[in-house]
């Protein structure tokens, strides 16, 4: 028996600065409609989608920070998008930055939302694996700051029933750790949905830029292998502010395989039909991890942060 | 500086079960031979490289399995091999099925060993992460037991300093594991060191035989480059005993990328000059584990052993 939900990868170009939220989620409002024009259940936008990744300036003013942030989700300039989920009948999952209050303290957290097809957030996470840096680094063209502007995430990555299947979230970085996916793999994820903003150029070794596409596609086709889950990854693309995004926004099937993909830098819409079932065929066999994992030999994962050469 | 290590991947193509263990040792020879014609340091064997791959066929009779196993390393027919890399100064790697007494019992592994230069055993592995089954499976044209003829290894994944650098081991299907590679990389491993026997077929999940070297490859290069290692995949490849295994070998740089590999099916060498130093502008930079790994959230890799659907 299949379980067909069908996903868009709704790349995004470039947000300038300048933008308002509301010409942002006019513009995903557009790749919504799109969507539900080519069949979609539920369309994946990518990380901080509503602004333009502001982590590359230093800035030391909070309240200028602060404007890049959602203090309420919905809020007054995104609630279009929510009634645009429920008009079309098509979910999503969105990135934006998160200020909240916690125990009467003000919180930042780097965080993603999924979202039904009739407009009620369904589920929630926050970025753990924040990269970059605290401080102003003066030698770099482009600070990554999002050490500086956010916490790392407080919730683990929880799994959510929706869409008929069993959906987790992570976000750009995330991405690349293996520990990621394995903790929803272990939860039977069926299909994980990851956005990012990624460029090309990496400050601290450029000597990788060259494979930043290889890169991104080689750490989530192999985890899509290894856990028998769907990946939806989904690019925040194109030169933003004077900064290039890679783009390469793929559907990426239990097999590892790629079965859709953009092939530009600006909105862009790819769309695969996916069987959450196709999974169970490497859950059940290779990867039945009842059967084969070894968990008592894995204790320095969880024991050790860093690498320690002891011989 | 660079600290170069040249490493040869010695695939060899099919083993008889009819072929004697001096039949098997003169074509590793012949290959560590040629390894010291071009200049390399090490070369790499596969697993279970002096008999036929026995776990192909349900045997009742112990002493028929345990001939398939070394009593002892070097013995009489595998000490040739041992003087052979003193003569040339071409250390190896090399899997076998290790019989032993510990603490009165006898006891069953698929080791590895590191030999260096001296023709001295610097390093061993036992497989922790061991596939197939434990009980004939009638269904299957050729079976793959295991399971049922090894124990779990008891050593964890140690690293060894040889050749210049860290250097791992882990063996045929730890290598779809990235807890397996994780595990060293938290010890600082420059180069992993793996051997496999794949069959093409795998009978409980057909539909993946066509994308046999695509996972095979796919998940030794994403952990190389996920914990900034080389890795050296070197298989037993061909139509061995009417059982097709996948050949594929290959030598992986620390950026993911495969910088040699074998092309045939048969007794093969693929050579590179590999850098040690190399991994270390990914582990220094994106997998720098002291900065961005978060362990605190990680507990279930170790906590559970299968996956639990708990929405």
């Known amino acids: 028996m299949s379980r067909i939900v069908t996903v868009g990868a709704a790349q995004l170009g470039p947000i300038a600065r300048s933008d308002t939220r509301t010409q942002v989620v006019e ?10 024009e ?13 602004t333009t990744f502001f982590p590359r300036w230093y800035m030391e003013d909070q309240a200028e920070v602060d404007q890049f942030f959602e203090k309420s989700m919905p809020g007054t300039d995104t609630q279009p998008l929510f009634d645009a989920a429920r008009e079309y009948g098509v979910g999503f999952y969105i990135g934006y930055a998160e200020l909240t209050e916690q125990d009467g303290q003000v919180r930042h957290f780097n965080t993603s939302i999924l979202v039904d097809k009739s407009g009620e957030i369904v589920g929630k996470y ?20 999002e050490k500086r502007y956010f916490e790392t995430g407080d919730m683990g990555w929880p799994v959510y ?4 299947g069993i959906i987790g979230m992570c976000i750009c970085n995330d991405r690349r ?4 996916y394995r903790m929803m793999g272990l939860q039977g994820v069926e299909m994980v949905m990851v956005g990012y903003n990624t460029p090309r150029h990496n400050p601290p070794s450029p000597e990788h830029d060259r494979l930043s596409d290889f890169h991104n ?28 995004l890679i783009g390469g926004s793929v559907i990426i099937a239990p097999s590892g395989e790629i079965v859709a993909r953009c092939t530009g830098m600006g909105d862009e819409l790819a769309v695969a039909i996916c069987d959450f079932e196709m999974g169970h065929s490497y859950k059940n066999t290779i990867f039945n991890f009842e059967a084969h994992r070894e968990p008592q030999h ?11 050469v002891t011989v």
């Open 126 to 145: 926050r970025k753990i694996h924040l990269p970059g840096h605290a401080e102003h680094e003066e030698y770099r063209a482009f600070q990554h700051l």
């Open 27 to 36: 513009r995903l409002i557009a790749l919504l409609k799109q969507g539900s």
């Open 298 to 308: 894995y204790g320095l994962i969880v024991e050790r942060k860093g690498a320690k």
């Open 161 to 164: 029933r929706a869409f008929g």
């Open 177 to 180: 750790w293996p520990e990621t």
């Open 217 to 244: 596609h080689l750490v989530m086709q192999s985890a899509a292998y290894q856990n028998g889950t769907w990946v939806i990854g989904v690019a925040k693309a194109g030169v933003e502010e004077g900064c290039e």
């Open 38 to 50: 080519h069949g979609c259940d539920v369309v994946v936008f990518p990380e901080l989608a509503l």
